[in-house]
């Protein structure tokens, strides 16, 4: 690949630094597992986000060059979903710009099944880096770190019997460090990431229930009544905005398994029972 116009300048006596992994998002669910795995292996990686020591907002494009300079990887990920508006059109000038800044690889997360996140795919494919795109399932830390949370002892949610092949986040980050400390193997790369089978979000609930001990029950709910529990934590229009997702994504078009997990790190993907073992801790 032609190497960026931009050079950067070291003084004699500075020998050159490993490249550094800039992570967008670091503090999130899989962004976090991807600092925790390239720091131990030893190789440097800067998390960034809006209270990063180095912070970066997708609102403000000054932050953008201090995130990125220096770095030769990026894992990019985009809150609250890639899928919302002008979330391809920041993708695209982001990734620009970290070509700009000497970045040659991309690795993006992104929504399995989801064709309004193509937008986005399709800038960090035209960006001049090369690239890995991860689609993937609902994500299993979703049940104690996110909208799947019990409230008390009930999950609610408007999926009802609809069949998912849940994807551990750890999972995600294993296939993410691949690629990022492995691109010419996975460059070009768009994997679909899910967990080894299928189950419906009342199954899942009661794998958790027997891992924690807990009497917990799976609430299928309208998409009317799950908007307005959503009202009093989000804005409307962020509400809107999922309401018309999880009808997109909640009709069984995902209801099927993938290998790539197993095929980029040799072992099968983690099964639910794994996760709902590690996870009873918190949720008891």
Request: negative net charge; proline residues 9%; contains cysteine.
């Amino acid at each position: 690949m032609t190497q960026p116009t931009t050079t950067r300048t070291e003084h004699p006596t500075t020998p050159l630094q490993t490249p550094t992994t800039v992570v967008v998002g670091g503090r999130g669910k899989t962004g976090r597992r991807v600092v925790e795995r390239l720091r131990a292996k030893g190789l440097p990686v800067r998390p960034v986000s809006p209270s990063a020591a180095i912070p970066f907002d997708w609102e403000d494009e000054a932050s953008w060059g201090p995130a990125l300079r220096g770095a030769e990887a990026l894992y990019l990920t985009y809150y609250p979903d890639l899928a919302v508006p002008g979330a391809a059109e920041h993708v695209r000038r982001l990734s620009a710009r970290a070509v700009a800044e000497g970045v040659r690889h991309i690795v993006l997360l992104a929504g399995r099944g989801e064709p309004q996140v193509h937008p986005a795919e399709d800038a960090v494919r035209a960006s001049g880096a090369s690239w890995t795109i991860l689609e993937c399932a609902f994500f299993m830390q979703n049940f104690d770190e996110g909208l799947l949370a019990p409230q008390g002892d009930t999950i609610a949610f408007p999926a009802g019997g609809v069949r998912e092949p849940f994807i551990d986040c750890d999972d995600i980050a294993d296939v993410a460090v691949a690629a990022l400390t492995d691109p010419a193997a996975h460059a070009g790369q768009t994997y679909e990431l899910t967990g080894p089978r299928l189950l419906t979000f009342g199954e899942a609930t009661e794998h958790l229930a027997r891992a924690t001990g807990r009497p917990l029950r799976y609430l299928p709910v309208s998409f009317e009544q799950y908007a307005a529990a959503l009202e009093g934590e989000l804005p409307p229009p962020v509400v809107a905005f999922f309401i018309d997702l999880f009808r997109f994504l909640l009709d069984g078009h995902n209801a099927h398994v993938s290998p790539d997990v197993e095929r980029v790190l040799g072992r099968p993907a983690r099964d639910f029972t794994t996760f709902a073992e590690a996870a009873a801790g918190s949720l008891r």
